[in-house]
């Protein structure tokens, strides 16, 4: 991507009424989740970026500065960002005219790292296989995904292989035509290396940016269709699961939750500090539908935060208000995530 294009895309990721942090938005970008991070991506409704833009999110101090300097951002003492009314133009304009990814959540479920190298290693081998050639160097020198694919080549074979080339056509029918052409244009095969991004943009008159947008959309909402379709290539792709939003452990301490187990009984019997089930909590509570607030605040504590914070937004509440008065951080938090999925952040 373009420095002037990056420039333009983090606009993307900030607001034009409140202030955002870029700490809170590179954490979300490059998956390194807290239960900070998780809290403000709902305030800020951008818990569907999860791990979608790596490289920008690494960057993303240093290109926020440069909206700065263009007038499009403002930043605060606390490295907070505001864009101004020119930046939400820009952004406007931007979101107007360039690629976006359909279903950003699934970046959060699976690992696309992974996927781009299986389904690049599958589309190799049926190349390969279809013209009966069996001496090739593979593309991909993963050890862990080359042992894993082994595996499952010895077990489904050339039909395992083959359906590769099913599912692809299956799923690029219901794509755009050129979209699905810039897709398939960076596999390599028999007798043919595959196309750079540079190259497959100048093949099709597009910004680079747009190429890497439309391959990493189509290639995770592709390994999605292929475990949906459960045949034998799902058996491939199923094992490259991201925890996503919530940790396997804190699932199943969610899970025990449920069952009608306190947090206090869970950190007994899984042999965790009462703070890390706390964490589980308040991560679950952010992300999932349906969670027990009412088993974890009393009424009358619910009432006395509600009486302190009278009037106010529920995301400026400051903790430090209830000194004094046995109402733990984790109590006022919950009412804070039940507001705000009640209400929005500007509640």
């Known amino acids: 991507m373009s420095n002037s294009l990056a420039v333009q895309r983090v606009l993307i990721y900030y607001d034009d009424e409140s202030a955002r942090r870029s700490t809170v938005i590179r954490q979300l970008l490059t998956n390194r989740l807290t239960t900070s991070s998780r809290f403000w991506g709902m305030c800020y409704e951008l818990l569907d970026i999860v791990n979608t833009d790596y490289e920008l999110g690494m960057n993303l101090e240093r290109i926020s500065d440069l909206a700065v300097d263009k007038g499009w951002l403002e930043k605060d003492s606390d490295s907070a960002y505001l864009l101004t009314p020119f930046g939400k133009k820009v952004r406007d304009d931007y979101l107007s005219l360039h690629k976006k990814l359909k279903k950003p959540e699934l970046f959060a479920k699976y690992s696309y790292r992974k996927f781009s190298a299986l389904v690049t290693l599958c589309v190799q081998v049926a190349s390969e296989l279809s013209f009966g050639n069996r001496s090739y160097v593979p593309i991909t020198t993963d050890y862990h995904l080359l042992q894993m694919f082994k595996a499952w080549y010895l077990a489904y074979g050339k039909a395992g292989a083959a359906e590769v080339r099913i599912d692809l056509e299956k799923f690029l029918k219901e794509e755009d035509e050129i979209d699905a052409a810039v897709f398939m244009s960076r ?13 497959i943009a100048d093949d099709y008159n597009l910004e680079v940016s747009d190429v890497v947008i439309t391959e990493r959309d189509l290639m995770i909402r592709f390994g999605e269709f292929v475990i949906n379709e459960g045949g034998s290539l799902a058996e491939l792709f199923k094992h490259e699961l991201n925890e996503g939003l919530v940790s396997s452990s804190a699932l199943k301490t969610y899970e025990m939750v449920c069952q009608g187990k306190s947090a206090d009984e869970v950190a007994r019997f899984r042999r965790l500090k009462s703070s890390t089930v706390i964490e589980h909590l308040l991560d679950c509570a952010i992300v999932f539908d349906e969670f027990p ?33 046995g109402i733990s951080f984790y109590e006022y938090r919950l009412v804070q995530i039940e507001r705000i999925k009640e209400n929005g952040s500007a509640y």
């Open 293 to 325: 607030f009412e088993r974890f605040v009393s009424l009358e504590k619910r009432s006395r935060i509600e009486e302190v914070y009278a009037g106010q937004k529920t995301v400026c509440w400051d903790f430090h208000k209830l000194e004094g008065t």
């Open 187 to 199: 596999f390599a095969g028999h007798e043919t290396s595959g196309r750079t991004k540079e190259q």
